[in-house]
Nanobody, 117 residues
Framework: QVHVVESGGGLVQPGGSLRLSCAAS????????MGWFRQAPGKEREFVAS???????NYADSVKGRFTISRDNAKNTVFLQMNNLKPEDTAVYYC???????????WGQGTQVTVLE
């Protein structure tokens, strides 16, 4: 079992910055991708960014140039630096651990990010 815990959400003015953190613990048994998804009220959960153990990254078009994902493999931790935040970035942000070989996904409980209008 893999336990995933996010932290770092909060309330911020437009143009502000926040940094999210996520730590995975428990039975880490294979190569996995770590990433972030978000879900705004009344909308479906959407992909934000992901990073492999080899530091290959992928971003949603809506966050490119503003968000940066990074990872500490030794600590099974992933970070999301969010700059120039906009009201449309308001959502619950979820950390995802995806085991490629076994096609397994583990999710955190989510952390709220609110960008004021």
């Amino acid at each position: 079992q893999v336990h995933v815990v996010e932290s770092g959400g909060g309330l911020v003015q437009p143009g502000g910055s926040l940094r999210l953190s996520c730590a995975a613990s428990g039975t880490i048994f294979s190569t996995f991708v770590m990433g972030w998804f978000r879900q705004a009220p009344g909308k479906e959960r959407e992909f934000v960014a992901s990073i492999t153990e080899g530091a290959d990254t992928n971003y949603a078009d809506s966050v490119k140039g503003r968000f940066t994902i990074s990872r500490d493999n030794a600590k099974n931790t992933v970070f999301l630096q969010m700059n120039n935040l906009k009201p449309e970035d308001t959502a619950v942000y979820y950390c995802n651990v995806h085991y490629i070989m076994y096609r397994l996904d583990y999710w955190g409980q989510g952390t709220q990010v609110t960008v004021l209008e």
